[in-house]
T-cell receptor, first 110, second 114 residues
Framework: SQQGEEDPQALSIQEGENATMNCSYK?????LQWYRQNSGRGLVHLIL?????REKHSGRLRVTLDTSKKSSSLLITASRAADTASYFC??????????FGGGTRVLVKP | GAGVSQSPSNKVTEKGKDVELRCDPI?????LYWYRQSLGQGLEFLIY????????KSGLPSDRFSAERTGGSVSTLTIQRTQQEDSAVYLC????????????FGSGTQLSVL
């Protein structure tokens, strides 16, 4: 079973707009990570946020974490066509494996 | 090596045959994961190796699936008597230390069972 579930499943936006996607999870975690996947093959790590952090930034990416609601959001600002990809959240608990959600497919139209 | 290497990149086999998929993790990475991804779906956890500890095999879908990691480095995922539902991309990932840290993924093996 998947620990994290992304919402929405798919998102279509115009270049320059912001893209927001959410991840909900069920059990306690010690960190939450976001990954990007192009062309259905290897995933690339984007950002890691620990359970004692509430917000983190990396370039055009902003991640928030609300442990009380067991949810996280990923915001991509000023999107570009190259941001077209699938985005996955992954959750890790102490001493445990990373489990991934089903992903959000993002299409950025030029 | 510079990254996680998986071979072969594509494998076509006939139903009932055995296949072996190989993963070379980044040198020095102690944790190694195998995931499976069906078309358009999320990643399904299969198995996880961490150093010399017993592997977490809780995600293996049946006893036709097995994996080993020799010398704490290279890993092989073996699927016996392949079925059409085994068709998927098999992804390997490694991380530097203990659990839950940033994963580095290989490009995967696309397995097609005819």
């Amino acid at each position: 079973s998947q620990q994290g579930e992304e919402d929405p499943q798919a998102l279509s936006i115009q270049e320059g707009e912001n893209a927001t996607m959410n991840c909900s999870y069920k059990t306690s975690i010690n960190n939450l990570q976001w990954y990007r996947q192009n062309s259905g093959r290897g995933l690339v790590h984007l950002i890691l946020i620990r359970s004692n952090e509430r917000e983190k930034h990396s370039g055009r990416l902003r991640v928030t974490l609300d442990t009380s609601k067991k949810s996280s959001s990923l915001l991509i600002t000023a999107s570009r066509a190259a941001d077209t990809a699938s985005y996955f959240c992954a959750t890790g608990a102490a001493g445990n494996k990373l489990t991934f959600g089903g992903g959000t497919r993002v299409l950025v139209k030029p | 090596g510079a990254g996680v290497s998986q071979s072969p990149s594509n494998k076509v086999t006939e139903k009932g045959k055995d296949v072996e998929l190989r993963c070379d993790p980044i040198s020095g990475h102690t944790a190694l994961y195998w995931y499976r991804q069906s078309l358009g779906q999320g990643l399904e956890f299969l198995i996880y190796f961490q150093g010399n500890s017993a592997p977490d095999k809780s995600g293996l879908p049946s006893d036709r699936f097995s994996a080993e990691r020799t010398g704490g480095s290279v890993s092989t995922l073996t699927i016996q008597r392949t079925q059409q539902e085994d068709s998927a991309v098999y992804l390997c990932a490694s991380s530097l230390r203990v659990t839950n840290e940033k994963l580095f993924f290989g490009s995967g093996t696309q397995l097609s069972v005819l």
